[in-house]
């Protein structure tokens, strides 16, 4: 039984088929462009987190709106101390402005930045600021099928042969990414955890973990780490985090807010310095910094409650059978499934399409023509000239959609597999300069 009830509704409606053929050809079949309202289930992404406890509400009347010295940014300030342990932050309005701040501080032109997989805006960040985004997965990560407990961690001997070839004066930063969202989801180890730190202190780089999903990422250690086993989230969350010297953070993930972010750091040195400076300069004064008072106040009450039993558990669970339900019905998914989201796999669904034929593209198309439900892809079409798999991330926002919901995605996609013979591939038409954010905005038209 889940552990809250709802106390507020919003209500779902599934369009007529002809309409949803309209609105899809309307926004070039692309499903950024889709009205929401148009959508029925929207898995497009678990950030914004879709609902927020009656805590994080009663906390936003408290807000505290004073553009200097607001006293909603300290009891933040308070919360990423307590819950992540870095002592201090600059706040952005979402995780794409601590990038900006922090990369922007770190990284010159022609270095290279190691990730064990930059997500696409890290990526834009790290290759805007004239530097190479380069990825460091371990072996079996690609690998659909391996049931290898940690297939988010990061390969130190992957990253050593870009260090012999670049030379470590050239890598000012060393990233892991937990949960590694472009890797399916998978989480990262504490173990591992602390071989990258050993490393990123070897080659003298700077140690930044990507805490977007640190809790989820905890709950995946407590569950798989032996030595974990008897611990809580909450203090392998802090163990974890206490070895990179910085973060970067998206509240719309587990802040459990609909926007914030911030970089935390453990000194005020010279880069908090720099950093505070750039966030003045792109995100607003260091006690805002984008975020509205209530967004703090709800921001602060949320990343307790991400690591408070059982909110981790029931939201990581919810993915696990989600997963169960798809593989129930055969439509083939990444294997074990992540920790905010279910990937399909396009190209064993679709497996007469050519990769240059964006399977991964037709695969949300048709979950959207089927049943108005609304997925992203994250493969050739995201990831332009990389050789990953086309996989469909179907992503859970939290504590927002129930059972029958699930069971509707789970019977969309597999009428989806059975009828697969008749699904035609798609071809750009249309794409932005910055291939790295191609599909955000890219339009598309099916082949004949
Ligand atoms: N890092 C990771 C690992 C992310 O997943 C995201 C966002 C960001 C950084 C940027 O944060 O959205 O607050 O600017 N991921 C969302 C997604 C958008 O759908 O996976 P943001």
Redesign the pocket.
């Known amino acids: 039984m889940r552990s809250y009830k709802t106390t507020m509704v919003d209500d779902v409606e599934l369009l007529p088929r002809q309409d949803r053929e309209a609105a899809l050809a309307d926004a070039g079949y692309n499903v950024f462009e889709l009205a929401s309202d148009a959508v029925a289930v929207d898995l497009?992404?678990?950030?914004g987190t879709g609902t927020m406890s009656n805590d994080q509400w009663a906390a936003m009347m408290r807000g505290d709106e004073a553009y200097a010295g607001s006293s909603s940014f300290s009891d933040l300030v308070d919360a990423v101390a307590d819950v992540m342990g870095f002592e201090h932050i600059v706040p952005a309005h979402?995780?794409?402005?601590a990038?900006n701040v922090l990369y922007g501080a770190l990284v010159d032109e022609g270095d290279t930045v190691l990730n064990n997989a930059h997500?696409d805006?890290?990526r834009a960040h790290v290759a805007a600021n004239g530097a190479d985004p380069v990825d460091c997965p371990v072996d079996g990560a690609r690998d659909p099928d391996s049931d290898d407990p940690f297939k988010g961690d990061f390969s130190i001997e992957a990253a050593r042969r870009v260090v012999d070839d670049v030379g470590a004066e050239n890598v000012p930063a060393v990233v892991l990414?937990v949960t590694n969202?472009s890797m399916a989801g998978q989480p990262v180890s504490v173990e591992n955890t602390r071989e990258v730190a050993a490393f990123a202190d070897d080659i003298d780089a700077t140690f930044v973990v990507?805490a977007?999903?640190f809790a989820e990422n905890a709950h995946f250690v407590r569950q798989r780490e032996p030595e974990f086993e008897d611990d809580t989230v909450a203090d392998i969350a802090r163990e974890q985090l206490s070895y990179a010297d910085a973060c970067?953070m998206?509240?719309?993930?587990d802040g459990l807010v609909n926007a914030g972010?911030f970089v935390g750091l453990r000194e005020q040195g010279d880069l908090f310095e720099a950093c505070r400076q750039r966030g003045i300069l792109y995100e607003g004064f260091s006690t805002y910094g984008g975020m509205s008072g209530r967004d703090m106040a709800a921001f602060a009450v949320g990343l307790r409650e991400a690591v408070e039993p059982p909110y981790v558990a029931e939201r990581v669970g919810q993915v696990q059978r989600l997963a169960g339900m798809l593989d129930d019905r055969g439509v083939p998914v990444y294997q074990p499934a992540g920790g905010h989201a279910v990937y399909v796999d396009a190209n064993a669904a679709l497996p007469h399409l050519p990769r240059d034929e964006y399977p991964g593209q037709a695969f949300v198309c048709e979950l959207y023509l089927e049943g108005g439900v609304r997925g992203?892809e994250l493969g050739r079409f995201a990831f332009p000239g990389t050789e990953r798999r086309d996989l469909v991330r179907l992503?859970l926002p939290r504590r927002t959609y129930g059972p029958d919901h699930l069971e509707h995605v789970a019977d969309t996609a597999a009428a989806v597999c059975e009828r697969s013979d008749d699904v035609t591939g798609y071809e750009i038409v249309d794409e932005p300069e910055m291939e790295e954010l191609r599909h955000f905005s890219a339009r598309l038209e099916p082949l004949q």
């Open positions: 497009l992404t678990d950030s979402q995780g794409r402005g990038e997500f805006t890290t990414t969202n990507d977007c999903r970067v998206s509240g719309k993930k972010g992203v992503a």
